[in-house]
């Protein structure tokens, strides 16, 4: 069967870099997403990967292993506001999204 | 305004009533979605519509039923629902394509709609 895997829950400190992982198995792959969701919101975009290695968007940073089916979007300089749920979803090979459970992310001050 | 967007934000409703859920998008996508969530648990597809054909269904109950009449508007139609059936129902559209590097190929949420049945 198809899984995704993050880990359920998160605490990091307002200022810190914090990591969240995600390991998948899936038939084919066609990328990876990760969404930001916060509390009674719609999930937003964050970031793709296609092909192996790290993609940098200002704070918000995410990195992708095909050998390894694994991802990580890495978050620095953390803020408050980056309180919520992050979710890794992979493409398969019929172009659908595979989706994990998320991660809730709790900023400390 | 937003690029898609829900009606209603939330429902209550009895588990003999007929509603319906609604979705407008309006980002030129080709491709529809409708996703339940439940706390804790991945997200659950379970209508995908492209170029208004309905590819997939994913197994769901007969008591939703979806509905596409133009590639800009997506229904889901409801009647006889059980208490499980209370969630979050995200619409989603997005451009299908098959070239994995043309870009613009995530999706886009509504709002949702947090259900309730009673």
């Known amino acids: 069967g198809q899984n995704i895997d993050q880990p359920t829950e998160m605490t990091a400190t307002e200022g810190a870099i914090v990591q969240i992982n995600c390991t998948y198995q899936?038939?084919?792959?066609?990328?990876l997403f990760w969404y930001q969701q916060h509390a009674g919101e719609a999930p937003t975009f964050l970031s793709y990967n296609v092909l192996d290695g790290l993609e940098e968007k200002g704070r918000f940073s995410s990195f992708l292993s095909r050998s390894k089916g694994y991802s990580y979007l890495l978050l620095k300089e953390l803020q408050m506001k980056d309180s919520a749920s992050y979710l890794c979803a992979v493409m398969d090979s019929n172009y659908q999204l595979i989706w994990g459970a998320g991660t809730k992310l709790i900023i400390k001050p | 305004e937003t690029g898609v967007t829900q009606t209603p934000r939330h429902l209550v409703m009895g588990m003999t009533n007929k509603k319906s859920l609604k979705c407008e998008q309006h980002l030129g996508h080709n491709a529809m979605y409708w996703y339940k969530q439940s706390a804790k648990k991945p997200l659950e597809l379970m209508f995908v519509y492209s170029l208004e054909e309905r590819v997939e269904n994913n197994s769901v109950p007969s008591r939703f039923s979806p509905e596409c009449p133009n590639s800009s508007h997506l229904f889901l139609h409801l009647h006889t629902l059980q208490p499980e059936d209370s969630a979050l129902y995200l619409c989603?559209?997005?451009?299908?394509?098959?070239?994995?590097?043309?870009?613009?190929?995530?999706?886009?949420f509504g709002q949702g709609t947090r259900l309730t049945v009673v």
């Open positions: 899936t038939s084919g792959f066609n990328g």
């Open positions: 989603a559209s997005s451009q299908e394509t098959t070239d994995l590097f043309e870009g613009n190929t995530e999706a886009f």
